[in-house]
């Protein structure tokens, strides 16, 4: 009897990791798809209204992600980036680091998709 409530008590272990696996999984690409959603913010045609989505978004990246060093780090130079030449380039590397951290393969987009969001003309 003891055996069984053992196996019992360590499926619901896992059951219970694998729930939170998933739980955290889809929390972070609802964080994607918000930045990603909303990167016209800061596109060469600037939608304005959705600045505040944006960077909504990447302010929730970093407690969202904070259990991967390297979306930390490409948030933090995206940040130290943001009014330079280079924000684009670091706005890509951000989008490629989360997309990893999340299972997508960047390698699959072009990086012009990156920063080109599809808005009306």
């Known amino acids: ?5 053992d196996e019992r008590n360590a499926l619901t272990r896992q059951l219970e990791a694998e729930r939170q696996t998933f739980e955290i999984r889809r929390i972070k690409l609802d964080v ?4 990603a959603g ?3 913010a800061v596109s060469d045609k600037a939608i304005v209204e959705q600045r505040a ?3 909504e978004g990447l302010n929730e990246v970093m407690v969202v992600f904070s259990d991967s ?5 490409a948030l933090i130079e995206y940040k130290a980036a943001i009014g330079t030449i280079n924000h684009n380039d670091r706005l890509i590397d951000l989008f490629k680091t989360v997309c990893r951290d999340v299972g997508i393969d960047p ?3 072009n990086d012009s998709l990156f920063l080109g969001p599809f808005a009306p003309p």
């Open 1 to 5: 009897m003891r055996k069984l409530e």
């Open 32 to 35: 994607l798809r918000k930045i």
């Open 38 to 40: 909303n990167r016209a």
């Open 53 to 55: 989505r944006f960077f």
């Open 69 to 73: 060093n390297g979306v930390s780090g």
């Open 107 to 109: 390698s699959a987009f």
